[in-house]
């Protein structure tokens, strides 16, 4: 006798194949996701590093032009003296002369540490503007991910996809940005 095929065998194979599909898809949303995860990480951990030196970078300018006003005036308070001499007619001491060339030279030099502070202060401030999007872009893509997994729609998933591309290219441009 011939064995009666269950109708409903084929129909629970069907629903098999199409569970075991949106396991693996729900897995790569997943582990993209993940993925994402690091690299908005990794662009934050450069991006804080970046606004810190930026920081360090500026209150050493700061500094430095400080020290550049503190010379400023002691080189004037120097001339001031030795007109003061002058127009009483006493002699001016050899000191004097050597004190004022000594801080004109030294004004210049403190100038020009201040000048680089601010140009690194500047640049680490542009990596980390640039990094700071990347961080942002990732936060987005990754909020879509988990809209794609509780809506079941690949296109949401695509469009993470496409927003991670986006922050991984800010995230490259921030390292080269400098």
Known sequence: MEELEDPTERLKETMEAAEEKKERW??????STA???VLAAIAG???NHHAN?????????????AYYQSKSIKAEIAASTAQVLTAIGK???????????????DKADIKELAETAEKSSESHMRQHVVLSRAVTIFQIAIAISAI???TRRKLMWYVSMALAAAGTAFLVLGFLTS
């Open 45 to 47: 951990l450069y991006g």
């Open 35 to 37: 993925i994402i995860a």
């Open 148 to 150: 794609a997994i509780l």
């Open 53 to 65: 030196e930026a920081m360090l970078d500026q209150i050493k300018s700061s500094d430095q032009w």
């Open 26 to 31: 729900t897995l790569h949303v997943a582990l």
């Open 91 to 105: 002699p001016l001491p050899a000191e004097n002369v050597d004190k004022t060339a000594k801080y004109e030279k």
